[in-house]
């Protein structure tokens, strides 16, 4: 439907009401085209992504959906990734809290728990120093997953902590 504004006093006011009221509206259809356009690039360049957030509760995908903001095709790559990542840990918790004892989502769709611990080594494992755990790491590891997890604020987390970003990275 299509009108002329200039026929109508006021008009200036018209428009700004007419801004104001449909501008969200378009704001809103193009994040959902973006949105829509970042998961057929997901289906289609990484279905091991999809498998992952098809996985979560459907509040979990609304919550991991907000992660993408469309800025660039760069940016809208990235938040794929912390979509696939943030899933992971979603799916790390719902798998802990069925099974009553940490438990990590595999890539091969299997899981691994860890569910023999005595509360005495569960203790022990969380006290594991963090420099032991930097001494595993390969070098690349050590880029990417040291800097943000072993050091600062993330570096004193505990163990299983540790355990679930280092299980997250390689899937997104």
């Known amino acids: 439907m299509s009108f002329a504004i200039n026929n109508f006093k006021g008009s200036g006011v018209i428009c700004a009401a007419l801004f104001i009221c449909v501008l969200p509206l378009i704001v809103e259809a193009q994040k959902t085209a973006c949105i829509e356009l970042?998961?057929?690039?997901?289906?289609?360049?990484?279905?091991r992504g999809i498998t992952i957030y098809n996985a979560l509760e459907k509040d979990q995908q609304e919550?991991?959906?907000?992660?993408?903001?469309?800025?660039?095709?760069?940016d809208m790559v990235m938040d794929l990734e912390t979509v696939v990542h943030e899933s992971i840990h979603y799916l790390d918790a719902i798998k802990t809290n069925t099974n009553s004892c940490p438990t990590f989502y595999l890539i091969n769709d299997s899981e691994l728990k860890i569910n023999s611990l005595t509360p005495d080594e569960y203790k022990k494992l969380n006290e594991t120093p963090v420099n032991l755990i930097y001494a595993s790491l390969t070098a690349d590891e050590k880029i990417f997953y040291a800097d943000t997890y072993l050091q600062g604020t993330e570096g004193k987390q505990d163990f299983f902590f540790l355990l679930d970003e280092l299980n997250a990275m390689p899937m997104g």
């Open 38 to 47: 970042a998961f057929s690039l997901m289906k289609n360049k990484y279905s």
């Open 63 to 74: 919550s991991v959906k907000k992660m993408i903001s469309c800025k660039t095709d760069n």
